[in-house]
């Protein structure tokens, strides 16, 4: 009989723990991501409860998340041995904030100096380089067309340094 109490006072608990969470508990909503940061060879924020790190082939340097908190363009110097008389090349990560995972990226000899988005969240400025948030690639220039650019209050970790 007491055993027979124990587990439906356990049951109870349980069913009290898991029915009086808030409902954002271990949410990832944009407004549930924060803390960006660069640690070593990894771009890490904070997604809720949770801590999410996204490994990368490259120490971080600087970076730039949009408004929304659904992208971010992270970029660094590649450490690997070149062959003699090749320079060495920045990469540029577009990474989906929302999976944790990198979309795709590409290469410079110089910079970048700055990374912002447009407005309609589709597409980000990298100097002056316009790449699609999507596919991760560099789709034209900024001298070739005309993109406004998203405007929100500052956050902590929207941009580095």
């Not at 590649?78 to 540029?92: A, S, T």
């Not at 912002?116 to 034209?140: P, Y």
Request: aromatic share 10%; hydrophobic share 40%.
């Amino acid at each position: 009989m007491r055993s027979m109490l124990t587990s439906h006072y356990s049951l109870a608990l349980f069913l009290l723990a898991i029915f009086s969470c808030p409902p954002s508990a271990g949410a990832e909503t944009p407004k549930h991501r924060s803390a960006f940061r660069a640690v070593g060879n990894q771009f890490a924020f904070e997604a809720g409860r949770r801590t999410v790190a996204v490994q990368l082939d490259i120490p971080v340097n600087q970076w730039a998340v949009n408004c929304a908190r659904t992208h971010a363009i992270v970029w660094g110097i590649d450490q690997r041995k070149l062959p003699m008389g090749v320079p060495p090349f920045n990469k540029i990560y577009v990474i989906d904030l929302r999976r944790g995972k990198p979309v795709g990226h590409f290469t410079r000899t110089r910079g970048p100096f700055e990374a912002r988005f447009s407005k309609d969240q589709t597409m980000a400025i990298v100097d002056d380089e316009v790449v699609d948030l999507a596919k991760g690639k560099v789709v034209g220039y900024i001298y070739d067309m005309k993109l406004d650019d998203e405007t929100c209050s500052p956050f902590p970790g929207k941009l580095s340094g």
